[in-house]
């Protein structure tokens, strides 16, 4: 079992930047391919970014491509998501996932764990 802690989230103003982390414990970390995604009001939850095993491969939603750049690293069993350029719309929920497989995936349903998610508010 797989337990995932956000951290990071906070208000910043529009053009700006911000790092979140998720820290893995219980599992063997380089184990799991990861994923953010984010939720905000009355949305449905969305693909952000997804990294394989080793870092090598990832994978991200148009909307933040160039943008946001996802990372991990394995021996802290830690998971990053740098945010750039940020804008209002990308005001969110952000939670990070684990799959048990080694290859990247966009979809929700394909991740057996979850963080309890960090607020990321951007003001114009």
């Known amino acids: 079992q797989v337990q995932l802690v956000e951290s990071g989230g906070k208000l910043v103003q529009a053009g700006g930047s911000l790092r979140l982390s998720c820290a893995a414990s219980?599992?063997?970390?380089?184990?799991?391919?990861m994923g953010w995604f984010r939720q905000a009001p009355g949305k449905e939850r969305e693909f952000v970014g997804a990294?394989?095993?080793?870092?090598?491969?990832?994978k991200y939603a148009d909307t933040v491509k160039v943008r946001f750049t996802i990372s991990r690293d394995n021996p802290s069993n830690t998971l990053y998501l740098q945010m750039n350029s940020l804008k209002p719309e990308d005001t969110a929920v952000y939670y990070c996932?684990?799959?048990?497989?080694?290859?990247?995936?966009?979809?929700?349903?394909?991740?057996?764990?979850w963080g309890q998610g960090t607020q990321v508010t951007v003001s114009s």
């Open positions: 996932a684990a799959r048990p497989y080694i290859d990247v995936s966009a979809r929700p349903n394909e991740y057996n764990y």
């Open positions: 219980g599992g063997t970390f380089s184990a799991y391919a």
């Open positions: 990294i394989n095993w080793d870092g090598g491969i990832t």
